[in-house]
């Protein structure tokens, strides 16, 4: 598995593939181009598989010293298989390499496995942020990770 920057319009193809199959308000096409077109607060990480095919992504905003993690999404087939482990590791020291101490998500609450993740790399509730999820209406919790570095 290779990780790097969302660079060509077919990968942004993929992108959308897994975000769709991935979330129940999935991002369209057009805020994902209006997000790159925002060059150096606005990040898209691919994870591609042996075969050069993309297999998840992260995508996320840094804002002064703070990163705030706005997708992260695995193919269902690639799941449970350390790709999003990777993908938000990666994030996280690219992060530190660019200038931020500090990381910000939401999660649905009922999304445990995703829940997990995150707090296996560090980050820990804050807050809640009610019936901020849509399709069902669902509160989201607020999770940090501080410091990047350590």
Same mark, same amino acid.
């Given at each position: 598995m290779t990780i790097?920057?969302?660079a060509l319009p077919s990968d942004l193809d993929a992108v959308l593939a897994i975000e769709t199959e991935s979330f129940t308000s999935p991002w369209t096409r057009e805020m994902y181009v209006a997000e790159l077109q925002n060059v150096g607060v606005s990040f898209c990480y691919l994870a591609r598989?042996? +075969?050069g095919g993309v297999i998840g992504f992260c995508s996320f905003w840094r804002v002064l010293d703070e990163l705030h993690i706005n997708n992260l999404a695995v193919a269902?087939?690639?799941r449970r298989r350390g790709v999003g482990t990777a993908l938000l590791t990666f994030v996280l020291n690219e992060g530190v390499r660019i200038g931020a101490h500090r990381a910000t998500l939401e999660v649905r609450r009922s999304n445990e496995v995703a829940r997990h993740l995150y707090e296996h790399l560090g980050f +820990?509730?804050?807050g809640v942020r009610r019936a901020y999820y849509t399709n069902p209406v669902e509160d989201a919790l607020v999770l940090w990770r501080e410091p990047l570095g350590n």
């Open positions: 790097e920057p969302l598989d042996e +075969s269902h087939p690639y +820990s509730p804050a």
